[in-house]
């Protein structure tokens, strides 16, 4: 047997066991990964309490138990994964983010209430935020039912508004003569334009506000719905109308099944408008909401309670979108994944 056939046989046996090396390094190499969220955490922690405090606020406790919390939760989590392998590899995929967050989260206690870089009352510590949020959870419970039931009266008048002028515009050329105009002219106003008259026609501020929320979401419904409606193929309707379709089959068997995925982009755009416009009808308007809270901190120059109040709004409206996705997931099973929040 020659030297070079020797060679190839020997490389031959190699190439698995160097297979096998890259995949062990590779297992290595993700465990660490899913180790650095951890290592944030701890040097988090260690640099709050061997830093010491510069701003006046001192006595800190919720940021800290917060850290150890996390802490708890994610060791606890790593050492499942161990033996979950969905575990391991949503730890895996997160790992880096989650890692940046913890680190940016102690970059923001660094700057304020250790170094006191930034200027208070405007920016105060991760702390002092938390407490305000702790400490005020009662007036921030009643805000959030004030805002999620003011929110949820105008986004379902505006949507049932939007999808029937919708239908109508896109349907019917007469509908679409006479309500068309309307939906170009008043449309691309801004709804918060409309807060002073509204005040003024309305009896009370919800409902005033009510309506300012209806115009925002009325708007991107009805494009959306007329849009998706219009672009139907006529062939669907050729086959229906073949088989005997009535009129009312058409439009509610045919047309608004094949416009849905249109229809539930303009619920999405119509949901990102009422957000907006409900914050701000709070806050010129209304007694009583997240809007209301953020206005009358700021009269008091206590930005921690504004900071904590934008938390509260930021989980409650990112919970509300995740759960139109869902509802969409569930509707347009066919669609799933294709938009993804």
Known sequence: MSNESVKTDNHILNEPIEENKKIERGKLYFKLIELLPLAALVIALLLHLLVPNKQSFTITKYYPALLKVFIIIYFITLSISLKVKKIFLFLENKA????????????WDLVTLKFKLLPMPYFPGPDKVLSSLFNDWSILGISTLYSLRLLFTGYTIGAVLGVITGIAIGWNKKANYWIGPIQRIIGPIPATAWIPIALTVFPTSFWASVFIIVLAVWFPVTVMTSSGIANVRNAFFEVAKTLGASQKYLIFKVA?????PTIFIGLFMGMGSSFLTLIVSEMLGVKAGLGWYINWAQGWADYSKVYASIIVIAVCFSSIITLLFKIKDKVLIWQRGLIKW
């Open 96 to 107: 880096p983010l989650l890692t940046a967050a913890f680190l940016i989260l102690e970059l």
């Open 256 to 260: 608004i099944p094949a416009a849905s």
